[in-house]
């Protein structure tokens, strides 16, 4: 993630930013790696690697101290993505206490938000 905004850092330090992904309200950062029963070369693999918005602010601030960082949680009541079988993975929607989310292939929750990140 810190390279990641680190890359940004030459626009947003001069202009606001927008950033849809998933972050954790927690102070927890989850790296998620898999592998694949069929994959002759046994790789791991990197997928929906969640960082916590308190890490994420500070790698901002670190960047330039004068921006001002929000996280805004997406609703996504209307939308309706059916799960699909191995191998043709897909993320899916399903409801939990009569919230509406995102679950990844993998069975893990993913919390989407829109982290604004606006310049004074």
Do not use: G
């Amino acid at each position: 993630m810190q390279n990641y905004i680190a890359s940004l850092s030459q626009f947003f330090i001069k202009e606001d930013q927008i950033i849809y992904d998933i972050f954790n309200d927690d102070p927890i950062n989850l790296r998620t790696s898999v592998n694949f029963d069929n994959d002759n070369n046994k790789k791991w693999s990197n997928h929906f690697n969640c960082y916590s918005q308190s890490h994420v602010k500070k790698i901002c601030k670190k960047i330039n101290p004068k921006s001002n960082i929000l996280f805004q949680e997406l609703n996504f009541t209307n939308i309706k993505v059916k799960k699909k079988k191995f191998p043709s993975l897909n993320s899916y929607t399903k409801k939990i206490d009569k919230k509406t989310y995102f679950i990844s292939p993998f069975k893990q929750i993913l919390p989407f938000k829109i982290l604004e990140i606006t310049n004074n």
